[in-house]
């Protein structure tokens, strides 16, 4: 996780917040020089760049624009061929372009790498849907996590924040399970969560310890997968049985239809600390924070509006009943 590039991300949005809340003070109360400027038909380019800024990156809780259309979102067309420069010291981030890295590097802005949160403009693997505080049903204030997405072929992700009552071997004996007995015996003190509403009878693994055998990398530091090494790697001692987070079914989305919700504000995307992702996963919990309410944590660490909406929406936590 020491080399994350949604960290450097995560400063970019943190210091285009400060910049763009600035210049937006400044347009709101413009000097004569400004306004003569304007008026003669100036250079306003310095002026909007600030606010143009802003409106990307923060994302507006009408969830369209003035003609009630979905605003479009940026399907990194133009990032796939960008080169690196060796002044990314190593950063892996995509998104960064050759104009942000004087951003990055000169930025004062400082974030806890190990507990942020931010929206984003797109789904993309990793990142995960914070439920709207109006949604109900089993999604109520959930936080799922995106396994895959295309608009074509539609999208699945797993509940992260449903933690079920006992462990593994406790809740294999409970319910019906096609799970292998092997499985159930080595993981046997693993912890369980509630993962969605399709295929409840299945079971997937979501863990940090690395991309063994038929795991599959979500972003830095996340894994979901592998389970066959992952029982080696506990059998042999080096992976702690607790630090793999079992979930049981999971969420599914037809084609189109997860952007659709998105639209209408049923769902915030957010990009959030490999930390707070593996929070019942072996995560670490070092931090003050609503430790027991992930939906809560996250949307304090998103701030502003959205610190008040988690204050007036507080509800059960984490440990609920689920079916």
Known sequence: MNNDWRVFRARLVAQEQIEASTSNNDLITPTNKEEKTYRHGGDIGDMF?????????????????????????????????????????????????REELPILLSSKVSIDKDKWAHTIPHIEPGCVLVANEKLGG?????????????????SNGIIINRPLKGNLQDVAAMQNTTLDLSLRLAFSKAPVTYGGPVNSDQFSILHGFG??????????????????????????GRLDPKHALFVKGHAAWVAGQLTREIAKGVWYPVSCSSNLILRYAGGSMTHQGHTSDLWSDVMHCLGDDFSSIANSHAGRGDHRMMP
């Open 211 to 236: 991309e063994v055998e038929g795991a599959k990398k979500l972003a830095p530091g996340i894994f979901v997968g592998g389970s066959e090494a992952l029982m080696n790697e506990v059998r042999i």
């Open 49 to 97: 760049a600030d606010a143009i800024s802003s409106i990307f990156s923060r994302r507006d809780r009408d969830h369209g624009t003035a003609n009630g259309q979905p605003d479009k979102i940026f399907h990194g067309d133009t990032v796939g061929g960008a080169s690196v420069s060796d002044d990314l010291l190593n950063c892996e981030d995509p998104f960064v372009s």
């Open 138 to 154: 089993v999604f109520h204030q959930t936080v799922v996590l995106i396994i895959d997405h295309s608009e074509s072929q539609g």
